[in-house]
């Protein structure tokens, strides 16, 4: 699983979103919806679930994905996996 700080891992998953949205970094906010605020087809939705999944050793089952329709909402979901993964690791 990829380290680092909540901040590094912020700005790369800021970073993976803007790559494949193909939006320009100040048009992408935390909260806008990428099918509806910014008109992307729903295969680079599922680009960003499986890129983020490859970037940080996760599986994030269907119902989560989504759940990932914003920038805010895939950090979320992310650090719920990496959470649940830390918790099993503790359990």
């Known amino acids: 699983m990829c380290q680092g700080t909540t901040r590094e891992r912020r700005d790369r998953?800021?970073?993976?979103?803007?790559?494949?949205?193909?939006l320009e970094d100040d048009e992408l906010d935390e909260t806008s919806l990428f099918i509806d605020d910014y008109g992307l087809d729903s295969m680079v939705q599922v680009e960003i679930v499986a890129a983020v999944e490859r970037e940080y050793t996760l599986v994030i089952d269907d119902a989560k994905?989504?759940?990932?329709?914003?920038?805010?909402?895939?950090?979320?979901?992310?650090?719920?996996?990496?959470?649940?993964?830390?918790a099993g690791r503790r359990g």
Do not use: G
């Open 65 to 86: 994905a989504r759940r990932m329709t914003s920038l805010s909402s895939v950090r979320e979901v992310v650090a719920q996996a990496r959470n649940e993964i830390l």
């Open 13 to 22: 998953i800021r970073e993976i979103v803007l790559e494949l949205s193909e």
